[in-house]
């Protein structure tokens, strides 16, 4: 029966249906209009989380738990416009079209399996001849196969002599990293990305091995952690040493909560980070950072990791470290070869302290600060990358003139409030700090913040956030020198995890410590590409 036919002859029937059809077409309108609706409101939503993110309040909300609230505000909005596509098959189509446009390219080292999918028949319809291929549609999807174990069966074969008995040879057993234990070199470096990279306690690891049926308790891959924390901690020093050598640092420090068994709970212990990256005026030395732990935060600890380091230090206004940069001075005017220290301060600092209180009250004067220091951001964008002497001569034309119009406006208002009100401290701060604040007109290799070191201890916090506290001092030491040689991996784009691996065999297996350079991330990474373009 065909559809004319379905079409009752009677006009009472007729118009019934008329009306039935009209109100199922008005339920699907009412449905697309609402999952519309729906839709704009969530893309709302996300647009305002992204000003939070990339707007002028850039700082109202930590960056990890906005990509959370985007995330969650992404899966709705996806899940809407799946019901909408449902509900409307040429909006399906059209998405699908605008997928295929803008889905991208898949790296090409990834292996390919070809899936052919031929018609029914390859007969011709018309003459019944064989048909032969014209063109093909070919499509790219992304596809994994879940982690799979393996064990590595080593056979050591042993050989001896007919005639003679009592001769007997074998190959040596290869070096391991945990003799007589389980793991490869590879495992352990697995198990170390995930928990200092990944962010993934040992205790969630050891569930997901025994999802696979592996029993693995936390207890044996803390035992892994630590061996590999001790061969390794060699190349740490090293990288820590090189930095010390540097002639301008990073340093900041961050809590590490640490369980204090004698007392039932935790004591405060401190990361203490340096790093550098002169990669903004196009420095020569390659960036790393460098993590040490200390059991507070006094003075004491910063002096003895900047007991070597003579040069500039960018930092916040921490009385510590000016307390470091007072001694080296106070051995350089006693005649020391070695210099001094200066302190490069933050601006960022200063424009967090203005911009807490106008998020609070009306405060136009905090509103100018912050637009006065928006200014000098402007200027640092534009000469990002370009070489030191370039930088200084732009500050020097056009950051200056700036900086002398500020601090008298800052005076002026500061004699207007009380100095211990909020915006009375916040003008405060710049004013207290105005020479280390003002360091970077003169000197192009300084940052106008100290960014770049509170973004290489976001790793250290969220570590924190999922572990709660270290075990120990000594395990608080060992995230230290893991969470450095990882976070340094990243700055070169290195996957620590097949660094790990390498350089972990080749540790074990008697690397001398005299090339110990030629197994930073770095220079890793160089003799890996040169294979590369060997190999090609």
Avoid at 380 to 392: D, H
Wanted: charged share 25%; proline share 7%; with cysteine.
């Amino acid at each position: 029966m065909t559809d004319l036919d379905a079409i009752p002859d009677d006009p009472s029937a007729l118009r019934a249906a008329l009306l039935a059809m009209r109100a199922e077409l008005a339920a699907e309108r009412a449905l697309r209009r609402g999952l519309e609706d729906r839709n704009e409101r969530l893309q709302h939503f996300i647009r305002q989380l992204q000003r939070m993110q990339f707007g002028r309040r850039s700082e109202a909300l930590d960056p990890d738990q906005l990509n959370l609230a985007l995330e969650d505000l992404e899966q709705a909005v996806a899940e809407a416009d799946a019901e909408a596509e449902k509900a409307d098959p040429p909006r399906r189509e059209a998405r699908a079209r605008e997928r295929r446009q803008n889905r991208g390219t898949l790296p090409g080292h990834l292996p390919r399996i070809e899936v052919v999918i031929e018609p029914p028949t390859t007969i011709c319809p018309c003459c019944s001849g064989a048909m032969h291929i014209i063109g093909e549609d070919r499509s790219e999807r992304l596809d994994v196969i879940p982690m799979r174990w393996q064990v590595i069966v080593t056979r050591r074969p042993k050989y001896g002599c007919r005639a003679c008995g009592s001769a007997v040879v074998q190959a040596p057993a290869p070096p391991r990293l945990i003799e007589g234990g389980l793991p490869t070199e590879r495992l352990v470096a697995h198990v170390l990305v995930a928990k200092y990279a990944d962010h993934a306690p040992l205790y969630r690891q050891a569930q997901m091995l025994a999802r696979q049926g592996i029993a693995l308790d936390r207890s044996t891959l803390a035992s892994w952690v630590g061996t590999a924390a001790a061969e390794l901690k060699p190349l740490w020093r090293l990288l820590r040493d090189d930095l010390l050598g540097s002639a301008k640092l990073f340093v900041d420090e961050t809590p590490a909560p640490v369980l204090d068994p004698g007392r039932g709970r935790t004591k405060t212990g401190w990361f203490w980070a340096i790093a550098r990256d002169d990669r903004p005026w196009g420095g020569a030395d390659p960036p790393a950072v460098v993590f040490t732990y200390a059991p507070g935060r006094g003075h004491a600890h910063a002096a003895t990791l900047l007991k070597d380091f003579r040069g500039i230090l960018q930092t916040d206004a921490y009385a510590a470290y000016k307390a470091v940069a007072g001694a080296a001075g106070d051995e350089a005017a006693a005649g020391s070869a070695d210099g001094g220290v200066l302190l490069a301060h933050c601006w960022a600092h200063c424009r967090r302290r203005f911009y807490e209180v106008a998020q609070k009250r009306p405060a136009p004067i905090a509103h100018e600060a912050l637009r006065r220091i928006a200014a000098l951001y402007e200027i640092e964008a534009e000469i990002r990358g370009r070489p030191a002497c370039e930088r200084r001569a732009v500050r020097q034309a056009r950051t200056k003139p700036l900086l002398d119009a500020m601090r008298p406006w800052l005076e002026q208002c500061r004699a207007q409030l009380s100095k211990k009100s909020p915006l009375g401290e916040a003008i405060g701060y710049p004013l207290n700090q105005w020479e280390g604040l003002s360091l970077f007109l003169d000197d192009g290799r300084i940052e106008i913040d100290s960014n770049v070191i509170e973004r290489s201890m976001r790793p250290i916090a969220l570590n924190r956030k999922n572990a709660l506290f270290a075990g120990h001092d000594l395990g608080a030491e060992n995230w230290a020198v893991l969470a450095s040689l990882i976070e340094t991996c990243k700055w070169h784009a290195v996957n620590p995890e097949a660094w790990l691996a390498d350089v972990l065999a080749r540790l074990v297996s008697g690397w001398p410590n005299r090339r110990l350079a030629e197994l930073t991330p770095w220079a890793w990474k160089a003799e890996q590409d040169a294979l590369h373009r060997a190999a090609a």
